[in-house]
Every structure is written in structure tokens, then in C-alpha cells.
């Protein structure tokens, strides 16, 4: 017989992403709802080895729903990819009393919620939380729509600077192995070229396109790069590009970290309320290792193993749409 679910224990792991702690907020108010204590677990994955968890209740999560970050704190840690590492995480939430988990995190977060769910048993449903959007089995994930905003606004401000001085500006966004930030960017921002993982980088076809810019008048350019270019990153092809062609004079700035803080946007908010409403309900209703989603504005549950093993696909229809109008 399957135990009985009385506490539920919530955290963050990973990378912060804006909406987190709309998520958190979502997960407790709702325990609540259904009749579950609920208990928040401080530093991820690490806090739970550690066994630093508090109770909380609804006071515990108000006036957060628009914070960026993370309330309960997030941590990386190499214990816990370790058996002996989940054991000793799984012996402290058998000390609290927890008897099932929700995960807001990404591919990492997720990796180890699956180990421990198959090893222990442990009811877990995760939650997508990353400003990478490269999680299969939904559509958005909390934090990448603020993301796409916060980076939009950094880049119309750049390219206000770049038309001033006749610059040609190398943007590096977040996307360590996928570039949906960079693609919806670029095409949100007019770039010249958007130069993503997902695609082989040509700097001959590179200068190409500066030419023809250059060639049509254009007195300035904006070049958005994924982190994870092959190319090595926004210094490396700049570089590369001021060794070939130098009509224009080139700068670079990495956005980084700004990327993942901020007020999240009311779609994040809402996301994530929703699908922190979702997850207690799938533990309700008896699930366990799996990922809540919204697909298509539907619920969709996507077993933990298969959200981490397959990524979103980028819409080639928008990779075509971001060649065609930077002519």
C-alpha cells in the first residue's frame, strides 16, 4: 500500500529563475488547500542533506510573488549526485516527517529528484524552472519570459549607444546548449545575425551579412550569441571578425547573471502559479516522477527521466523569420 501523504516538502535547486518564488508561493498556499503541512527546504539539494528545513504556512510566502530569486535559497551540490549523498538526504526527510517533494529547477534539479525518486521512493514532482526554456514536456518554463524581456530591454538600450557611435555590438546571452533566448531575442530586437548552439557558426557567412549591411548603409549592427556557440562565445568571434573585416568598429558586452534576476513578468507569475497549484494536485492524485508542464495551454505530465533525456526543438519557421528580416 502506498503510504499516506500528510507533509510536503518544497525547494529550489539550480539556477534562480524569475518566478520561483511565485512558484513556492503556489505549492504552499495550496498544500494548505488540499490539507498537507508543508515544509520548505532550505539550499536545495544541499539543505536537504543537511536537513535544514522549516515549516511554513501562508504568512510564510506572502509579499513574494514578485520578488526575483529564490526565498529558499538554491545551491549546487556533488554530494548529492553521490548514492551515499541521497541516502543521507533521504534518511533526514524520513527524520522530518516529509513524505513527498516538489522540485522547481531545471535538467540538474531533475536529474537528482529521478535518482532519488527510483532509489527511495520518494513521491516527487518537479516544477521547470530555468531561464533556458530547454526542458521537454512544456511549452515555457518559469523565468524564461522575464528573461527574453529583461534581455530586450539591455539590447535596445545598446543599440541606441551602437547607432550614436557607428558600432558593430557582440551580445552574449545566457544558453550554455540551447539558444532560445538568443533566437527570440534577435528576432525581438532586429539583430543582424543570431548565432545559437543548435547551428553551425560560419564566420565567412558572418562578415558576409556585415558586408551587405555595411554595403546598404547600415552604420551599426547587432550580433546576438548564445553562450554556447561553437564559435566560443561573444569575445572569441569578435575577435575573429576584427581579424577579417573592420568597416566597423566592434565592442562586446556579456549580459550574464542580470538575466536570470528581476521582478518576473505577469506571464512567469502566472506560470508559475499555475503550475505550483498542479504539482500538490499530481501528488494528491498519486503521481510520482514527474514534471509538471503546460503544453498548449493544457496540463501535461512528462516523467522526470524523459524531461531531462529530450529538449525543446527549436522552430526552424523562426530561425527562417530572423534570416529573412535582417536583410
Same mark, same amino acid.
Given at each position: 500500500? %502506498? ?29 494548505? +488547500?488540499?490539507?498537507? %503541512? ?6 536545495? +539539494? ?5 536537513? &535544514? ?9 506572502? @509579499?513574494?510573488? #514578485? ?16 548514492? /551515499?549523498?541521497? /541516502? ?13 517533494? $516538489? ?28 531561464? =533556458? ?5 512544456? &511549452? ?8 527574453? @524581456? ?9 543599440? =541606441? ?10 551580445? %552574449? ?10 533566437? @527570440? ?19 565567412? &557567412?558572418?562578415?558576409?551579412?556585415? =558586408?551587405?549591411?555595411?554595403? #546598404? @548603409? ?11 556557440? &561553437? ?9 575573429? $571578425?576584427? /581579424?577579417?573585416? =573592420? ?11 542580470? #538575466? ?31 514534471? $509538471?508542464?503546460?503544453?498548449?495551454? #493544457? ?20 530561425? %527562417?523569420?530572423?534570416? $529573412?528580416?535582417?536583410?
Amino acid at each position: 500500500m %502506498e503510504k499516506e501523504i500528510k507533509r510536503i516538502g518544497v525547494f529550489t535547486s539550480g539556477g534562480d529563475a524569475p518566478g520561483m518564488n511565485a512558484g513556492v508561493r503556489s505549492v504552499v498556499r495550496s498544500c494548505i +488547500y488540499f490539507g498537507y %503541512e508543508v515544509v520548505g527546504i532550505m539550499n536545495g +539539494y544541499h539543505g536537504m542533506i543537511e536537513g &535544514d528545513f522549516i515549516k511554513m504556512d501562508s504568512s510564510s510566502v506572502s @509579499n513574494i510573488i #514578485q520578488r526575483g530569486g529564490t526565498i529558499l535559497k538554491t545551491a549546487r551540490s556533488k554530494e548529492f549526485m553521490t548514492e /551515499e549523498g541521497r /541516502e543521507k538526504a533521504y534518511k533526514q526527510l524520513q527524520k522530518a516527517g516529509i513524505d513527498a517533494l $516538489v522540485a522547481i529547477g531545471g535538467n540538474g534539479t531533475f536529474t537528482g529528484a529521478d535518482k532519488l525518486s527510483k532509489e527511495h521512493q520518494v513521491p516527487v514532482v518537479g516544477m521547470p524552472g530555468t531561464i =533556458d526554456n530547454d526542458l521537454f514536456g512544456t &511549452d515555457f518554463t518559469i523565468g524564461y519570459d522575464t528573461a527574453l @524581456n529583461t534581455v530586450i530591454e539591455a539590447v535596445d538600450k545598446i543599440r =541606441d549607444t551602437a547607432s550614436s557611435h557607428n558600432r558593430l555590438f557582440f551580445i %552574449e546571452v545566457m544558453g550554455r546548449d540551447a539558444g532560445f533566448i538568443a533566437l @527570440n531575442t534577435g528576432i525581438a530586437c532586429g539583430a543582424e545575425d543570431i548565432l545559437i548552439p543548435e547551428e553551425t557558426t560560419s564566420i565567412d &557567412d558572418l562578415i558576409k551579412i556585415l =558586408d551587405r549591411g555595411f554595403r #546598404q @548603409n547600415k552604420n551599426s549592427g547587432i550580433i546576438i550569441v548564445a553562450e554556447g556557440d &561553437d564559435s566560443g562565445g561573444a569575445i572569441n568571434i569578435a575577435k575573429k $571578425v576584427n /581579424e577579417l573585416y =573592420d568597416h566597423y568598429e566592434t565592442r562586446v558586452t556579456i549580459l550574464g547573471h542580470i #538575466q536570470r534576476g528581476g521582478s518576473p513578468t505577469c506571464a512567469d507569475r502566472v506560470l508559475a502559479s499555475r503550475m505550483g497549484y498542479e504539482s500538490v494536485k499530481a501528488i494528491k492524485n498519486g503521481y510520482k516522477g514527474i514534471m $509538471v508542464g503546460i503544453v498548449d495551454d #493544457q496540463v501535461a505530465y512528462t516523467p522526470l527521466s524523459k524531461a531531462i533525456k529530450h529538449h525543446n526543438i527549436m522552430n526552424k519557421d523562426l530561425m %527562417e523569420i530572423a534570416r $529573412v528580416l535582417s536583410l
